[in-house]
Each structure stands twice: as structure tokens, then as C-alpha cells.
Nanobody, 113 residues
């Protein structure tokens, strides 16, 4: 059973930074696109960043120029560096592969003063 474990969330003030990590239990990410999603209360889960096997990245307009996705295939890990955080970034953040595998528990990010 493949497991994805997200970590690195927390409470941060507006304008602050966080770095999220997503570790896969097996070598499932090497040849696949990896994505970060987020889900705010009462809202659908949304895709915020993607990185393909070659390292090309895409971002939602709402996070462009503030978030950076990266990967370390040797460590089966995907990262999301989040800078200039805003209250509207508050959500549970999840990672997944494309095509998807079972979801992890996510990591809570709260941006508040």
C-alpha cells in the first residue's frame, strides 16, 4: 500500500513562509508528475502546483510567484516552498501523484495574525 505523508504545516503570520514536504512510502514518484493541492473549509480541493518528471512546473494564478514546487526523487520527496503567505492560503495541503494514488492526511496551514 502506497502512502503519502505530508508535513511542515503550521500557524504563520501574513507575509511569512513555510516549507511543506511530502514523502512517499515507495518509489512511486520518479517517472510521474507530482502535484500539491489544498482544500479550505467549505471549498473544493484545488490544484495549486505541479512538477513533471523533467522538472517543469506549473502554478495556479493565486500562488504564482509566491510558491515553488520541487522534488528529490532519490528521497521520494516533493516540496512546496510557500512565501509571502496570505490569510486566503489557509487550507489543508495535500500532495499526490498523477494519476492519483490514495490521499494522505494532509498538513494544515493557517495564516493569521
Amino acid at each position: 500500500q502506497v502512502q503519502l505523508v505530508e508535513s511542515g504545516g503550521g500557524l504563520v503570520q501574513p507575509g511569512g513562509s513555510l516549507r511543506l514536504s511530502c514523502v512517499a512510502s515507495k518509489s512511486i514518484i520518479t517517472f510521474y508528475r507530482m502535484d500539491w493541492y489544498r482544500q479550505a473549509p467549505g471549498k473544493p480541493r484545488e490544484l495549486v502546483a505541479s512538477i513533471n518528471s523533467g522538472g517543469s512546473t506549473n502554478y495556479a494564478d493565486s500562488v504564482k510567484d509566491r510558491f515553488t514546487i520541487s522534488r528529490d526523487n532519490k528521497k521520494n520527496t516533493v516540496y512546496l516552498q510557500m512565501n509571502s503567505l496570505k490569510p486566503e492560503d489557509t487550507a489543508v495541503y495535500y500532495c499526490n501523484r498523477f494519476p492519483i494514488v490514495p490521499w494522505g492526511q494532509g498538513t494544515q496551514v493557517t495564516v493569521s495574525s
